[in-house]
């Protein structure tokens, strides 16, 4: 099967996209900076570029929709989308809150059509590695999580889209705080508890600039994460602990550094461990593999990985951490937010 393909938002994370699409074809550019959908159709022969996305999402030459805008559209491009028989990967977080999200999830199981997240942390190297040693068992049972990441921003960072609530919909909870979220469910599953504090200590923006989140499962497993962006150098870290050992994820390639899995094997008469270290220099093919993964469902009906009711049970988490703490709750079937907080005024 070949694909074809419209990119709506043509930016840092569409021009990703394009880059991993193999053999499969794009046929639309859509961005409302018409430079930006031109400099990239430009690349793909027989690709047009447009500033029209509902036009490019009921093409019938388009089989499937990549959406890579700002959060404040991401939801209303994929409903738009499955309305129109699409399937469609759409960017992280996949809407501003559960709320917006919801009525996607309902309409994606109506249409029986495809609605991959991008989560791609899970198609990482050294993160699938770990996953397989925990399924293999050779943790023992799985005990807690402790996860951060975090970068340092740049300069005007706090006057970008992501440090405007109507736009992004939150702050660092909402951008990196929700790969740790996923990632922490798509070890351990369904959370029964969540805590969590969010803050704005450096940057002078609406939205908060750290996160912290304690998480439970119902089996009384425990996660600890930290999503920040005054991290000053970038930094991932993602550790999974079980009674016969443990691994650590360092790194995520670039800024982050080499990405990096270990494995601490815990041994009859304790001490110190036995240690593993795989490392995955090179090229970031995260973006390949779970594009490959999104393909894969479409051809077999299989559910992806890190589906939109995934990414619905990480927003809800994150929205319980946002509303004791006064940020922004969202009414789209509205067209306006409540603010509240720090937000009021």
């Known amino acids: 099967m070949e694909l074809r393909l419209a990119i709506v938002g043509c930016g840092l994370i569409g021009n990703k996209r394009a880059k991993a699409l193999g053999r499969h074809r794009l046929v639309a550019a859509v961005d409302p900076q018409p430079a930006r959908a031109q400099q990239l159709a430009a690349q793909h022969a027989g690709c047009t570029a447009s500033a029209d996305w509902r036009a490019a999402v009921a093409r019938d030459d388009v089989d499937a929709i990549i959406v890579s805008t700002t959060n404040d559209a991401l939801a209303s491009v994929t409903a738009a989308a499955l309305a129109c028989g699409k399937h469609v990967l759409v960017e992280k977080p996949a809407a501003r809150s559960a709320e917006e999200l919801r009525p996607v999830a309902e309409a994606a199981r109506r249409a029986g059509r495809i609605v991959k997240v991008g989560f791609n942390h899970r198609f990482h190297p050294a993160l699938a590695k770990a996953r397989q040693l925990c399924d293999a068992g050779e943790l023992g049972p799985l005990l807690y999580i402790r996860g951060r990441y975090g970068h340092g921003g740049r300069p005007g960072y706090e006057r970008e889209w992501r440090a405007d609530p109507a736009v992004a919909g939150g702050g660092e909870l909402l951008d990196q705080g929700v790969h740790l979220v996923d990632l922490t469910r798509w070890f351990l599953g369904d959370v029964a508890e969540v805590r969590g504090h969010v803050e704005t200590f450096f940057w002078k923006m609406p939205v908060e600039d750290n996160g912290f989140v304690f998480l439970r499962t119902p089996q009384g497993q425990v996660a600890w994460l930290h999503a920040s962006c005054t991290e000053w150098k970038n930094l991932f870290c993602f550790e999974v602990f079980g009674r016969d050992g443990k691994v650590q994820v360092d790194g995520l390639g670039g800024s982050y550094g080499t990405e990096r899995l270990t494995f601490y094997r815990m041994l009859p008469q304790m001490g110190p461990p036995e240690t593993t270290t795989?490392?995955?220099?090179?090229?970031?093919?995260?973006?390949?593999?779970?594009?490959?993964?999104?393909?894969?469902?479409?051809?077999?009906?299989?559910?992806?990985?890190?589906?939109?009711?995934?990414?619905?049970?990480?927003?809800?988490?994150?929205?319980?951490?946002?509303?004791?703490?006064?940020?922004?709750?969202?009414?789209?079937?509205?067209?306006?937010?409540?603010?509240?907080?720090?937000?009021?005024?």
Do not use: H, M, N
């Open 278 to 345: 795989w490392e995955y220099p090179g090229e970031d093919a995260s973006w390949r593999d779970e594009f490959a993964d999104f393909v894969r469902c479409i051809e077999t009906g299989a559910q992806p990985e890190g589906g939109v009711e995934d990414a619905l049970a990480a927003l809800q988490v994150v929205g319980q951490v946002y509303e004791p703490s006064g940020r922004a709750v969202l009414f789209p079937q509205w067209g306006k937010e409540r603010t509240e907080g720090r937000w009021a005024g």
